[in-house]
T-cell receptor, first 109, second 114 residues
């Protein structure tokens, strides 16, 4: 089946630092979604991307749909403690979404 | 803001018992999904549902699983005879369209099979 890879698997950063994470696939995707999940909660949608090359921001978050349609990245600027969580990318090769394994972000005060 | 709601938040059951997980998708959405997440792992697709029938299902969604939209608002996942390995967080999701659309998740039902 479809496989997504996310890197890094986990990261520890200082509060105030910028963060960058990415998601890659061997297949072309029509849509990329980025989610954040906190313990015991469902994934919360952060950003949706629909076109190759698209760059979209949501507050301190910025995400881009790669030109090849096989990757996407998410940047978080000026991280704060509440950014802690697992960030998942989800790609839509057809009708349904497949999820990456996630990037676990820890923010140190 | 409209949201997907799921009940119960936690369900504990004995192996071999039937469970029904309930979801109320966002009201104007047409496409409904169940995903599951085993502790510490990624979110896995189970099934999608549109126009009162299954659109697509994964290998995980075997004959023990079924879905139903019993009325205009609820969407349920039934596991007929639970196994230990069914223990996971089950998420319901919905979207307005099927392609190039946003997928919104509920907060999940934690299923523990003893």
């Amino acid at each position: 089946g479809q496989q997504l890879n996310q890197s890094p698997q986990s990261m520890f950063i200082q509060e105030g630092e910028d963060v960058s994470m990415n998601c890659t696939s061997s297949s072309i995707f029509n849509t990329w979604l980025w989610y954040k999940q906190e313990p015991g909660e469902g994934p919360v949608l952060l950003i949706a991307l629909y076109k190759a090359g698209e760059l979209t921001s949501n507050g301190r978050l910025t995400a881009q749909f790669g030109i090849t349609r096989k990757d996407s990245f998410l940047n978080i600027s000026a991280s704060i403690p509440s950014d802690v969580g697992i960030y998942f990318c989800a790609g839509q090769p057809g009708q349904n979404f497949v999820f990456g394994p996630g990037t676990r972000l820890s923010v140190l005060p | 803001e409209p949201e997907v709601t799921q009940t119960p938040s936690h369900q504990v059951t004995q192996m071999g018992q039937e469970v029904i997980l309930r979801c109320v998708p966002i009201s104007n959405h047409l496409y409904f999904y169940w995903y599951r997440q085993i502790l510490g792992q990624k979110v896995e697709f189970l099934v999608s549902f549109y126009n009162n029938e299954i659109s697509e299902k994964s290998e995980i969604f075997d004959d023990q699983f079924s879905v139903e939209r019993p009325d205009g608002s609820n969407f349920t996942l039934k596991i007929r005879s639970t196994k230990l390995e069914d223990s996971a967080m089950y998420f319901c999701a919905s979207s307005a369209l099927t392609v190039n659309e946003k997928l919104f998740f509920g907060s999940g039902t934690q299923l523990s099979v003893l």
